[in-house]
């Protein structure tokens, strides 16, 4: 159930991923020892921050592994609500715990999404009769009707490093907050996850380890296999992503199954333009005290 996935380099032989396989839970692996693998020495803790895709149908297995084998302590699920309501049925695998049943673990639901990204990231891209169609579907419920039409006439276009930007300009709150669990020791070991577990679980992953790692070329890189890992995480299921997510205003094209080459260094890119991550997270209201502690949280020699 936990073994290691084995990857092919093409520049040498075969070698361990640090991709964990479960039951039901997929793109899941321990950050730390991503990292470390990528760089071959000992930067970062092992075991005490995941990220992965959503857990709704993680099997007993798999959770008795995270929570009492991984000691997991924190979750924080990034998902809005709409997503949380189209979360097809766990009955069809049959799935009988869920984390609730584990009270050693909290779950934090920090919607990547609020009024200001609604409006001034989505809404403000869509022309007035668009914004008309949408109250309209509003008044009458319909819900995924409205998911639809933000999703092919805003979200699309913008594309992957579009929306990265857009989060970091304006989900400063919900990052902060991310950051505040992560400051408090007793919230480790910590698991990230939001449906794929690819971009906004991306986002926070970026952001945490350019606090903790920096900037430079090493780290960069190391990110950049952190991240990219997801198109192996959910290459068995990319044919399930695409079916739920086509319907929804989403094309094959579009790059949204898929991790982007070249969406870490523009990530990155952003947050420089904000005066690097240390001045990005004291202007969103992280104290020196906070990232200080989540150094000491996730680094091997702080």
């Not at 005490?48 to 297995?61: K, P, Q, Y």
């Not at 999703?151 to 913008?158: N, Q, R």
């Not at 150094?295 to 702080?302: G, I, S, T």
Request: charged fraction near 25%; aromatic fraction near 8%.
């Amino acid at each position: 159930m936990t073994d290691n996935l084995t990857l092919t380099d093409t520049k040498g032989p075969a070698k361990s991923s640090p991709l964990l396989i479960l039951g039901g839970v997929h793109n899941c692996r321990d950050v730390g020892q991503t990292i470390n693998m990528f760089l071959d020495k000992s930067v970062m803790k092992e075991g005490v921050l995941f990220r992965s895709g959503r857990l709704d149908h993680a099997t007993d297995s798999d959770l008795r592994f995270l929570v009492e084998t991984s000691r997991l302590r924190s979750v924080i699920d990034v998902r809005t609500k709409t997503e949380l309501a189209l979360i097809p049925s766990k009955n069809v695998r049959g799935v009988s715990a869920t984390l609730a049943d584990f009270p050693s673990t909290t779950v934090y639901h920090i919607p990547y999404i609020n009024d200001e990204y609604t409006n001034k990231a989505l809404l403000a891209k869509l022309p007035w009769y668009r914004v008309l169609q949408l109250m309209i579907y509003h008044f009458l419920g319909w819900t995924t009707a409205i998911v639809v039409i933000v999703s092919t006439y805003a979200i699309v276009p913008l594309g992957l490093r579009g929306i990265a930007r857009a989060c970091l300009q304006y989900l400063q709150p919900e990052i902060r907050q991310t950051f505040q669990i992560l400051a408090d020791e007793n919230k480790y070991p910590t698991l990230l996850h939001c449906t794929q577990g690819k971009d906004r679980t991306g986002l926070a992953t970026v952001l945490i380890l350019l606090a903790v790692l920096g900037d430079g070329d090493d780290a960069l890189k190391a990110m950049d296999y952190d991240y990219m890992l997801s198109n192996e995480g959910l290459k068995s299921m990319r044919a399930q992503m695409l079916k739920e997510m086509v319907p929804l205003g989403y094309t094959e094209e579009s790059g949204f199954a898929d991790a982007e080459k070249g969406w870490v260094e523009a990530v990155v890119g952003f947050v420089q333009e904000e005066g690097g991550i240390e001045r990005y997270l004291e202007l969103i209201g992280v104290t020196d005290l906070e990232l200080r502690k989540i150094r000491e949280n996730l680094l091997a020699m702080p």
